[in-house]
C-alpha cells in the first residue's frame, strides 16, 4: 500500500474551538456520518487538511474519502494518494481500504501506520499497470445495478399500495378532485354512533381455552385481542365454528374500551374475553372506503374523551357524538368512499415522488465528477 499512499499524523483540536460556517469538516473518529462531527468555518491555516484525502479514525478504522478541506479531532490520520485519481478509482480503493479494517482492529494502535503501509493488496492490471479503466467500468455497472435495484423497488412498493387498496393508478380522477377540493363547503351534522352504526352480538374466547376449541378442519382466522400492537391480532388460529364471529366477513369496526383502540376487518373473527370490552360494529352500507372515513371521526373524538380510567364502554359509545358529511340529516356515505379513495391516491403519490427522489439522488450521486 506504502506504494500508492501515505499515512500521515493530523494536527487535532478539540470542538469548541469551532466557529460559524459551512466551508470546512470536522472530522472525528466516530464511525457515524462518514466520521463528520459537524460542519464549520476557518479556525485555522496549520490544521486544514486537504480535500482529495481519506480520514482514517483510529476507533472503528473506517476510511472516509473528504471532498472539501477538513479539520481532525484526536485520534485521526489521514491517507494521502502518491497517484492521480478519479471517481471511479477514488471509490474503488475505498472499498480496498475498508477491506483492512480487521487488519487493523487485530493489532495495537501504534502500529497502525506500519500495518497500513504494509498491506498487500489485488489490483487489476494491464500490460504490468493498474488498469484504472477496468475500475471505472466496474464501478459504473455497479452503480447502474443500484440505481436498477432502486427503480425495482419504487415498482413493488407502487404495486404493493394499490394491491392494498384496491386502485388501478394514483392519479385523481375529477369527482376526487371535486371531492378534496369541496371539502371547506361540505356540511356536517353531529350523529350518535348508535344510529350510524349496529352493535353486534360477539363470542369471546378465554385465551387458556384455546386448545380445548382447536379443530384442524376450519380456516385459519385472527385472534383479536385488545393489544394495539399488530392491529390487534394476537395469534392465528383454527377453532371450533361455534366461537367464530363474522361469518359472513362483512366490514367491521371493532372499537376497544381500555385503550380506544380502533380497528377495521372484514373477515371472520375470533374474539378474547374481555368483559365485553370490545364493541363489534356493523351497517348494511359500510364498505371498506367509509370505514376508514368513519374510523377517524371516531378516533378523533374517544380519543380526547376516554381513557383507561375514563373508559369508552358501549353505553358511552353507542351516545358519543361524530361528526360526518351529510345531507338533509343523512350521511353522505358516497362522498366519504370518494374522499378516502381520493387521500389513499395522495399518500400513494407521496411515497412515489420519494422513491422517485431517492433515484434522482442517486443518479445526480453517480453522475458527479
Known sequence: MGELFEIQNTLSFNK???????????????SQNQGILQETGFVNEENINPAGTWSLGLLQMDFFYREKPWYAGQFVRKIVPKIALNKSSILFFTVIFNKQKQNLLSGLVRNVDKAFLNAKIHLPTKNGEIDFAFMENFIAELEAERIAELEAERIAELEAYLSATGLQDYTLTKEEEKALQGFEGVEFEEFRIEDVLDWQPQKEIDPLKLDNLKDVNQKLYPFYGQATLNNGIISYNQLVEKVLNNKEGKSTILIHSNNQNTVYLETPFYLKDGHGATSVLQSEKLNKLNALYFMSSIK???????SYN???TKIELKNTLISLPSSQGVPLYAYMEVFIKAVQKLVIKEVVEYADRKIAATREVVTKT
Open 16 to 30: 469548541d474551538k469551532l466557529v460559524d460556517g459551512k466551508d470546512f469538516d470536522y472530522v472525528t473518529r466516530t
Open 300 to 306: 378523533k373524538v374517544i380519543l380526547s374523551k376516554y
Open 310 to 312: 375514563a373508559k369508552a
